[in-house]
């Protein structure tokens, strides 16, 4: 099967065609410019590069969230569009969960961490026992200080929530703080691809009507809605 896998939660955009599990291709853009203006242009390259046509697709798989507001909407807009042109399946996955699997094979606690803005970072705890990742806590929106208090053991950080606070894990995790190679602190379409094939094989697929990005803190629209209401 044919899975095309799309992540625009943060202002890196991945795209990526996985064929049963096998990358056939991948693009990553890293620039100041909105996925409305990339996202469908880097779907058509990839397709051309490698000779699979939209008809061929046998599923989408998009990341929900948590991440840039702005962003998971686009993400789950276009990848409702195609499955519905296309009569085809979606299969969504967390932001977090796609970030925790860059180190599936590690024996360290996991803690993928992605920047929430307001001082705070989306984040949770992973295991990963014979090569499976598991979920050890809540999905978190928090301050990174109070993240870090609960940890008391070796821990691999990443994500774009490390990259703003690298200085305060250091100070207060000291040489339990595993930082890795800055393209692991990327979430990857491949790996969304991946997890995607696991999800389909168990059934688990998104019913496209009730789709919606996960946001675990309300976005500033609907905060600054809730202000008005009250009023």
């Given at each position: 099967?044919?899975?095309?896998?799309?992540?625009?939660?943060?202002?890196?955009?991945?795209?990526?065609l996985v064929k049963?599990?096998?990358?056939?291709?991948?693009?990553?853009?890293?620039?100041?410019?909105?996925?409305?203006?990339?996202?469908?242009?880097?779907?058509?390259?990839?397709?051309?590069?490698?000779?699979?046509?939209?008809?061929?697709?046998?599923?989408?798989?998009?990341?929900?969230?948590?991440?840039?507001?702005?962003?998971?909407?686009?993400?789950?807009?276009?990848?409702?569009?195609?499955?519905?042109?296309?009569?085809?399946?979606?299969?969504?996955?967390?932001?977090l969960d796609a970030?925790?699997?860059?180190?599936?094979?590690?024996?360290?606690?996991?803690?993928?961490?992605?920047?929430?803005?307001?001082?705070?970072?989306?984040?949770?705890?992973?295991?990963?026992?014979?090569?499976?990742?598991?979920?050890?806590?809540?999905?978190?929106?928090?301050?990174?200080?109070?993240?870090?208090?609960?940890?008391?053991?070796?821990?691999?950080?990443?994500?774009?929530?490390?990259?703003?606070?690298?200085?305060?894990?250091?100070?207060?995790?000291?040489?339990?703080?595993?930082?890795?190679?800055?393209?692991?602190?990327?979430?990857?379409?491949?790996?969304i691809g991946r997890?995607?094939?696991?999800?389909?094989?168990?059934?688990?697929?998104?019913?496209?009507?009730?789709?919606?990005?996960?946001?675990?803190?309300?976005?500033?629209?609907?905060?600054?809605?809730?202000?008005?209401?009250?009023?």
């Amino acid at each position: 099967m044919n899975i095309m896998a799309i992540d625009t939660s943060t202002q890196l955009g991945t795209v990526a065609l996985v064929k049963d599990g096998r990358l056939l291709g991948q693009i990553d853009l890293d620039l100041p410019i909105t996925h409305t203006k990339r996202i469908f242009k880097t779907i058509d390259i990839l397709l051309k590069f490698t000779g699979i046509t939209l008809s061929e697709i046998g599923a989408f798989a998009i990341t929900k969230g948590p991440g840039s507001f702005t962003g998971i909407r686009i993400g789950i807009t276009t990848v409702k569009g195609l499955a519905y042109a296309l009569d085809k399946p979606i299969v969504s996955v967390t932001t977090l969960d796609a970030l925790a699997w860059n180190f599936v094979f590690s024996p360290y606690l996991i803690c993928p961490m992605i920047d929430a803005k307001k001082n705070e970072v989306f984040s949770a705890l992973y295991i990963s026992k014979q090569g499976k990742l598991e979920r050890i806590s809540p999905y978190y929106s928090i301050r990174p200080l109070n993240l870090i208090k609960g940890i008391r053991r070796k821990t691999i950080f990443a994500g774009t929530g490390v990259l703003v606070y690298k200085g305060l894990i250091e100070r207060k995790m000291k040489d339990l703080a595993i930082f890795p190679p800055h393209h692991l602190n990327r979430i990857q379409a491949e790996v969304i691809g991946r997890i995607a094939l696991e999800k389909i094989k168990r059934g688990e697929i998104e019913d496209k009507m009730n789709l919606t990005p996960f946001y675990i803190r309300p976005s500033d629209a609907e905060l600054s809605l809730k202000r008005h209401d009250k009023h």
